[in-house]
């Protein structure tokens, strides 16, 4: 089952570039409290929205919904806010121990359900030649 860090990946892609809910919105044309409702987890944009957002962050919807990005560190200063000032650069949590970890124990958790995965297929595989 996949897991869903959309809510936190928004939260922490916005305060990785130091701006509020506010004027994340007023740059998009999306309400501050519709903000909060996605950094909550209560709701989740509609394509168009979802889009304008990962546009933004200079990422793809997959990555926004399925990817801690909070451990693979922020969108970096290539993002300029409104008059042209420069984003804060998010710290690169690749590049701290934690950070570290936190990778490796994900990278093994995925390497597990692969693993998992692919013995379940051999069994499906194996079943529906039996039944034959």
């Given at each position: 089952?996949?897991?869903?860090?959309?809510?936190?990946?928004?939260?922490?892609?916005?305060?990785?570039?130091?701006?509020?809910?506010?004027?994340?919105?007023?740059?998009?044309?999306?309400?501050?409290?519709?903000?909060?409702?996605?950094?909550?987890g209560v709701s989740y944009?509609?394509?168009?929205?979802?889009?304008?957002?990962c546009n933004f962050f200079?990422?793809?919807?997959?990555?926004?919904?399925?990817?801690?990005?909070?451990?693979?560190?922020?969108?970096?200063?290539?993002?300029?806010?409104?008059?042209?000032?420069?984003?804060?650069?998010?710290?690169?949590?690749?590049?701290?121990?934690?950070?570290?970890?936190?990778?490796?124990?994900?990278?093994?958790?995925?390497?597990?359900?692969?693993a998992l995965k692919d013995?379940?297929?051999?069994?499906?595989?194996?079943?529906?030649?039996?039944?034959?």
């Open positions: 089952m996949l897991t869903i860090y959309f809510h936190k990946n928004i939260k922490h892609l916005r305060n990785s570039l130091g701006i509020s809910q506010n004027k994340l919105g007023e740059m998009l044309g999306i309400k501050r409290g519709r903000l909060a409702s996605y950094e909550r944009p509609e394509m168009p929205t979802m889009l304008k957002l200079k990422t793809d919807p997959t990555t926004l919904l399925y990817t801690d990005m909070s451990v693979l560190g922020g969108v970096g200063a290539r993002v300029e806010l409104m008059g042209g000032e420069k984003a804060k650069p998010a710290a690169n949590r690749v590049g701290d121990a934690d950070g570290l970890k936190q990778c490796h124990e994900q990278v093994a958790a995925l390497q597990r359900e692969m013995e379940i297929i051999a069994l499906l595989k194996d079943k529906v030649k039996d039944d034959k």
